[in-house]
């Protein structure tokens, strides 16, 4: 049997969530008593106390208790490995546990990043508060808004990466985000929202409405065509996006039997960068992106716009946040300003339920 300390994260973990000892001991079915002499180092935990602390947290053991020594020091594991090193990263827990993010270009610019990984795993950075950052994977051009308007509301940090529906989702899945931006829904599959969470996670999940919004055709000064039918008679060169994005599927839609485009932009404001640059000529993008770039727009639905987020989450203070943000009378009048945004039932929160 090891004599190495045992190193608790257990107040930490509890304090991050917003949750006093007592709603711990309830959680787990232990004693309140109990809970405070494991933070305090007076009790080690049984393996049944143990496993039933994780069970209410949602997370493994290890994330909870570990004996000094057995990871190194301040040491912590990436979300996902960095295309090279020196690697800059911003630190967050989610599921319980803390990683590092690499940095990478987002709709704001920053936020600015907690450490570097010059060689080997990265580190916790004194100062660093990971409990108090919301990761959200999203292909919104107007995430900075609701990022600005979050941290201003909660004293929270929001980190924005620019993600498909598709891609966010398998984020969310893996326990990587604490919330996934998705629009394959629309006024025509209005419940297509739903079906990609349950898909992919399964029930126990939410859906937060943001916005309605306008995605259609972007097309290049010198295209004449002016209905969408015309568009797709022209021979013209299209962008494309990645399989699983909105874009893709209602591209894939309109040209049901022709071959994907041979340019791929990552994003909404990428596909109209491609056409105002000269690279293509029509691409599928929002309404917003498309008039930011002074380009013609021809509409082809309206999608719904939601982030899901784990029901376990649900009394997360940052989840609990970012619902009064997106209820906030504030944000629904900064999105309603937008080209193409339509806030009207922002705020709306919506079980996906276990398939029946």
């Not at 049997?1 to 930490?12: F, G, K, Q, T, V």
């Not at 450490?115 to 051009?141: N, Q």
Request: net charge neutral.
């Amino acid at each position: 049997m090891s004599d190495a300390p045992l190193h608790c994260s257990l107040r930490a973990m509890r304090t991050t969530r917003g949750w006093s000892q007592e709603d711990v001991a309830r959680r787990a079915g232990i004693s309140r008593a109990g809970v405070g002499a494991i933070e305090a180092g007076r009790l080690v935990p049984s393996t049944a106390a143990a496993l039933a602390l994780a069970a209410a947290f949602g997370c493994r053991v290890e994330d909870l208790f570990r004996l000094d020594g057995a990871a190194g020091p301040g040491e912590v594991e990436w979300a996902w490995p960095p295309d090279r090193l020196p690697a800059r990263y911003w630190l967050a827990e989610s599921a319980g546990r803390v990683r590092a993010y690499p940095t990478e270009p987002t709709p704001r610019g920053g936020p600015a990043h907690d450490g570097v990984a010059r060689a080997g795993s990265p580190r916790l950075i004194d100062g660093a508060e990971p409990g108090r950052t919301l990761v959200v994977a999203s292909c919104d051009p107007a995430a900075a808004l609701l990022a600005d308007a979050y941290e201003r509301a909660t004293g929270f940090r929001m980190l924005v990466l620019p993600r498909s529906s598709g891609r966010a989702t398998e984020l969310l899945a893996a326990g990587l985000v604490h919330a996934a931006g998705l629009h394959l829904a629309g006024d025509d599959e209005p419940d297509a929202n739903a079906e990609a969470v349950r898909g992919r996670i399964g029930g126990g999940s939410r859906l937060l409405r943001l916005a309605r919004w306008e995605e259609g055709l972007a097309l290049a000064p010198g295209v004449a065509a002016r209905t969408v039918a015309a568009a797709l008679r022209a021979d013209l060169a299209w962008v494309g996006r990645e399989p699983g994005s909105s874009a893709r599927v209602c591209l894939d839609r309109l040209r049901p039997r022709r071959p994907g485009p041979r340019i791929t932009a990552r994003d909404h404001r990428g596909v109209a960068e491609a056409v105002r640059n000269g690279w293509a000529e029509a691409g599928v993008c929002l309404r917003l992106a498309c008039e930011e770039a002074g380009l013609a727009f021809l509409g082809v639905r309206t999608d719904h716009y939601d982030l899901a987020f784990r029901e376990r989450d649900a009394e997360d203070p940052r989840i609990r946040g970012l619902v009064r943000v997106a209820r906030s009378a504030s944000l629904r009048d900064l999105l309603a300003d937008l080209p193409g945004y339509r806030p009207d039932d922002a705020g709306e929160v919506r079980p996906v339920p276990d398939e029946s």
